[in-house]
């Protein structure tokens, strides 16, 4: 029988998983962007608010192989909920040190750093649990990859949608506190198996 997305969908648990992942992982698609704005709107500098996404870039892709190392070492929930937690107080003092004027950009910086360094690695997380899922079904593991996949592409493009629906009717910190709950939401709400 040929593996489809249907398919994939029916395995049991798959469906409720895969949703309260997706949930978090679109918060990558808000954070960045809301965060860009923020700093801008707070330093007036586009070099500042660039300087600063640099570094919560570097630390995001830098660091991912701890992270992941984590996750292999502790197992999902021991490890994503304490990243989560790290990333979305983070945030939080972020929110806070941008909603005026004139913070110091080596604050919005270091805080931003930080931040991206507690990034929780759903998607990783979420590509190992369809191996479990699946159960040794090649063709049924490899349509849930593309299924997984897509949707995180999609994430990419309507994270930043999402944002500018939020800008247009609050400020830019709406949207670090929006993704902050999207990744709250999406972890600890995520039933993984350690």
Sequence with gaps: MSASYARVL???HARRTFATALLGRLS????PLSVMLAVNRASGSYAVAGAVMALFGATV???APARAALIDRYGPRRALVPLMTA????LGALTVAVWRPGAPPVLLGALTALAGACVPPLGPTMRAVWTRL????QALLQRAYSLDGVAEELLFVSGPLLVG????AAAPTAGIVVGAALMVAGTTRTPTRS
């Design 28 to 31: 990558y698609g808000v954070v």
């Design 61 to 63: 892709v830098f660091l």
């Design 134 to 137: 699946a159960q040794d079904d």
């Design 10 to 12: 029916r395995i049991p």
């Design 165 to 168: 629906v939020l800008v247009g």
């Design 87 to 90: 990333y979305t107080a983070l």
